[in-house]
C-alpha cells in the first residue's frame, strides 16, 4: 500500500467514475490505492505483459509491449508517423492533450 495525499486520490477516482474507458498501459496495478482506480471506470483495458490482480474484471487484456500496442493504435488512428515528427516543427511527439476538464 502507498499513501497517497486524499485530495488526489477523491479527484482522481472522480475522473475513473466519469470515464467511460480508462487505459492501464505498462503497471502491475498491485500498488494500492491507485491499482484500484481503474475499477470505477465503466470499462478499463489492461495492456501488461504479465497478469494482474485486475484482469478478471477487464473488458480486454492484451498481452504485448506497451510501445507496440501504442504504435499500431496510433497508426489506426491516422497518426502515422508520429514518432518521426508529424508537426511543423519536427517534434517527435506532436500530439498535444486536447481535452478540457469539465
Known sequence: E????????DTSQDHCE???LV???GTSLRIEPA???PTYAKQYV?????????DEGASLIIRAPVDDVMTKLMDRLGIC???NG???DGHPYPIERTW???
Not at 502507498?2 to 486520490?9: C, G, I, M, R, S
Request: hydrophobic share 30%; aromatic share 2%; with cysteine.
Open 2 to 9: 502507498d499513501v497517497l495525499p486524499e485530495k488526489d486520490l
Open 18 to 20: 466519469r470515464a467511460d
Open 23 to 25: 487505459l492501464c498501459l
Open 35 to 37: 491499482g484500484s482506480l
Open 46 to 54: 489492461i495492456v501488461n505483459l504479465q497478469q494482474t490482480p485486475k
Open 81 to 83: 508517423n508520429w514518432e
Open 86 to 88: 508529424d508537426g511543423d
Open 100 to 102: 478540457k476538464q469539465p
